[in-house]
């Protein structure tokens, strides 16, 4: 029976300033399930010390006395106490190298380890997760930084008003603003050098719905792929919005044979049969939202050779990449390093082939930050929180003084346990090889 759970302070860069649970779910894990919580005092958390001890947590800046502590990103390597339960994206699964000595630690002090990314359904959905935000920060960031960039080429606009995420009290301030810009387009149009502005989506799950959801403060007229390559005269009229593709699997790729047909499932599991068309639309966007979960396996959205070509022939239309998926070297050959919010933009230059930080150089300016949800972090936060707080009561229930077939875990939770009375779980005993490498 877990008596007291501690909320871990953040502290793995200046911009983390999430929660897992808000102090409006403590308050009912305190009521409802009577459960103790305490929070290491932070100065720059999203939902500040005050807000919990209102609903009745305390304080402690060492949570020593809490059997359970929980938090966002990775925790350092002597904060661990032995015997002790954590829950955290821990980044082990993969065996990342520089986690192990974190994973060996645990270990060493008998610890349990629960990760966020591992708590999934029957099907491996995961079920606590940080959602739409990623997007919807992301876009932000992508206006702020086709603003800066048409700015740079003398190019009046109306995204040069529009700020960084972080710059706005909070995500219904940034769409207030937003409303704004989208007004200014409506009365007065779009500059001819820039029309028209197409913003191209390449995904539709939640971290794309985010972003569609922001530019959709502006006038948008959706069209279809098809509609983009082979527009008729009145597709592109109106200066006064901005146009929205959504790409979907089918359009991104196609059966190598001939005569084959698409099938979305067969491409899931068997991707070599497929190779990637996606090339035939970049020339018409204007600004590419990469939305898309990618491996290798995969065909790239956007290649090195092709951006190179288009940028060493003349002046073209693609702009700006937000890349919110931000694998490097992935889906978006040019996503050569990922930023942070602090230095969210570069530009491929394809006449140097480097990064070059700013909106300066021959080449697409590139938006790559790997944690953009740390940019809205009250409402990432209850989010989080509004997933994982279903599961706290179950956990709080658990005796975790027995062993592992007799843990009493909810199913998703149980899958979770990585470490167990500092051993590896039968799911995860893989990870010796990583450990002893």
């Known amino acids: 029976m877990v008596n007291r759970i501690g909320i871990r302070l ?50 402690d ?25 954590y829950i955290f994206f821990s980044h082990v699964i993969k065996g990342q190298e520089h986690n192990m000595p974190l994973l060996k630690r645990l270990m060493e002090l008998e610890c349990n380890l629960l990760d966020y990314e591992k708590i999934t359904d029957e099907k491996g959905i995961r079920q606590v997760f940080f959602g739409s935000e990623a997007g919807q920060a992301g876009m ?44 200014e387009i409506a009365s007065n149009g779009l500059a001819d050098e820039i029309h028209p502005v197409v913003f191209g989506f390449a995904g539709y799950g939640n971290v794309s719905k985010g972003a569609q959801e922001i530019l959709n403060n502006l006038p948008v007229i959706e069209i279809s792929p098809d509609e983009l390559l082979n527009p008729n005269p ?45 090339s035939k639309f970049i020339p018409h966007l204007t600004v ?54 602090g230095n969210p933009i570069y530009v491929y230059d394809v006449d140097s082939g480097l990064a070059i930080d700013g909106v300066k150089g021959n080449g697409p300016v590139i938006l790559a930050v790997d944690n953009l949800p740390c940019e809205l972090p009250r409402e990432a936060s209850t989010r989080f929180s509004g997933t994982l707080r279903d599961f706290i009561p179950d ?29 590896l779980t039968p799911e995860y005993e893989y990870l010796n090889e990583f450990l002893n490498a």
Not at 241 to 270: I, R, S, T, W
């Open 61 to 85: 800046k060492e949570l020593a006395g809490c059997d359970v502590i929980i938090g966002i990103k990775e925790m350092p390597v002597d904060f661990f106490l032995r015997g002790k339960t």
């Open 288 to 341: 590419l939202m990469n939305c898309i979960f990618w491996t290798d396996d995969y065909p790239r959205l956007l290649v090195k050779d092709q951006v190179v070509e288009m940028y060493s022939s003349g002046d073209p239309k693609l702009i700006v990449i937000g890349d919110i998926s931000c694998d490097i070297d992935g889906a978006v050959e040019v996503t050569v390093k990922a930023t942070d919010p």
């Open 234 to 278: 009145d597709t592109f009229s109106s200066n006064k919005h901005v146009y929205k593709v959504v790409f979907y699997e089918k359009d991104m790729v196609e059966p190598v044979d001939k005569g084959g047909v698409f099938e979305l499932q067969d491409y899931y599991d068997n991707p070599e049969k497929y190779r990637g068309v996606f």
């Open 140 to 183: 932000i960031d992508t206006l702020w930084a086709l603003g800066q960039r048409l700015n740079e080429k003398e190019i009046g606009n109306p995204f040069i008003g529009v700020r960084q995420a972080p710059g706005y009290r909070s995500l219904t301030f940034a769409e207030t603003a937003l409303e704004a810009v989208g007004r």
């Open 10 to 59: 953040e502290d793995k860069n200046e911009w983390e300033k999430r929660v897992p649970i808000v102090p409006m779910d403590a308050g009912r894990l305190i009521r409802e399930h009577g459960v103790g919580i305490s929070v290491q005092p932070m100065p720059n958390r999203a939902f500040s010390d005050a807000e919990y001890m209102a609903i009745g947590a305390s304080t």
């Open 395 to 423: 956990l709080v229930k658990a005796d975790f003084s027995v062993g592992f077939d007799q843990l009493d875990l909810p199913e998703p939770l149980k899958r979770s346990v990585i470490i167990y009375h500092g051993k």
